[in-house]
């Protein structure tokens, strides 16, 4: 159950984290090309995360999207929160290539979809909100006295965070949508 946690952890903030502080500049610097990236600041998943009703037809673009994306990922990483204006450039053609307004679109999409995909059990498939089943991990670990206190304590210090960062499904009618393309998504972002 620990590393299924673990791993929950990872796809919420990553999920979430990978193109939101990107998205953020990319939407910032549309709004003011002069201002510096720096003073953009790196919010936290919770803060940048909107929540939107999922169609079928943006997650069908959000998995065609993900070759595009994975080729150019190496450039995401490594852009952090302040990607120059070509990648900025490259990143709005791909969002606009697939059927995006814009990037932060896109970004939105993903963002809700990381959201469904990390409270679906793995050999059920039922939804439990992530913010529900961290919560219930939480409590396991502290009653868990075969794990050593360092770990513990890390253990629970990262589902603290995550607990705190990460958002409530506001739009249950999400799960049917990101339940129904499951097999696709998992295999694009492999």
């Given at each position: ?97 697939h059927g995006f307004q814009t990037f932060a679109e ?85």
């Amino acid at each position: 159950m620990v590393s299924s946690t673990k791993a929950a952890i990872r796809l919420i903030i990553g999920g979430l984290g990978l193109f939101a502080g990107i998205a953020l500049a990319v939407a910032e610097d549309a709004k003011a090309p002069n201002a510096p990236a720096a003073e953009h600041g790196a919010p936290s998943p919770s803060d940048d995360v909107k929540q939107i009703k999922l169609t079928d037809d943006q997650v069908t673009h959000f998995i065609g999207a993900q070759a595009d994306l994975a080729a150019i990922a190496s450039k995401i990483q490594a852009a952090g929160d302040k990607p120059d204006p070509t990648l900025q450039n490259e990143l709005e053609n791909i969002a606009k290539k697939h059927g995006f307004q814009t990037f932060a679109e896109l970004d939105d999409v993903a963002a809700n979809i990381s959201i469904v995909m990390a409270g679906l059990d793995s050999g059920t498939g039922n939804f439990v909100d992530p913010v529900d089943a961290l919560k219930k991990e939480h409590e396991e670990v502290e009653k868990d006295n075969s794990i050593p206190e360092a770990d513990k304590k890390q253990l629970l210090d990262e589902l603290n965070e995550a607990i705190g960062t990460t958002p409530r499904l506001q739009y249950k009618e999400n799960v049917d949508i990101v339940k129904a393309h499951r097999a696709e998504i998992e295999k694009a972002l492999q």
